[in-house]
């Protein structure tokens, strides 16, 4: 069993920039890759950005590519996302992911609201 812990969400104008931070504990978090997906209200959960076991390769959705940043400190068990140049549009809730096989854990979720 692995537990996630969102937090660093809130409400920021557009332009603006946000660090979401996933705190990891029950197992050995290096073992795991880790994403950020979000859903928005009416929406599906959408994969964001995901990193591999050791930070070795990352993905991100297009909708933000070169302004998310996905990375991940194995020795505090934390993965991170760097949100540069908010939009609108990016506004969801947050939710860390942590899978290894077929199995996947998840956190509870942080809000970020981005105004116009």
């Known amino acids: 069993q692995v537990q996630l812990v969102e937090s660093g969400g809130g409400l920021v104008q557009a332009g603006g920039s946000l660090r979401l931070s996933c705190a990891a504990s029950g197992r050995t978090f290096s073992n795991y890759a880790m994403g950020w997906y979000r859903q928005a209200p009416g929406k599906e959960r959408e994969l964001v950005a995901a990193i591999t076991t050791v930070g070795g390769s990352t993905n991100y959705a297009d909708s933000v590519k070169g302004r998310f940043t996905i990375f991940r400190d194995n020795v505090k068990n934390t993965v991170y996302l760097q949100m540069n140049s908010l939009k609108p549009e990016d506004t969801a809730v947050y939710y860390c992911?942590?899978?290894?096989?077929?199995?996947?854990?998840w956190g509870q979720g942080t809000q970020v609201t981005v105004s116009s």
């Open positions: 992911n942590a899978k290894r096989g077929g199995r996947g854990y």
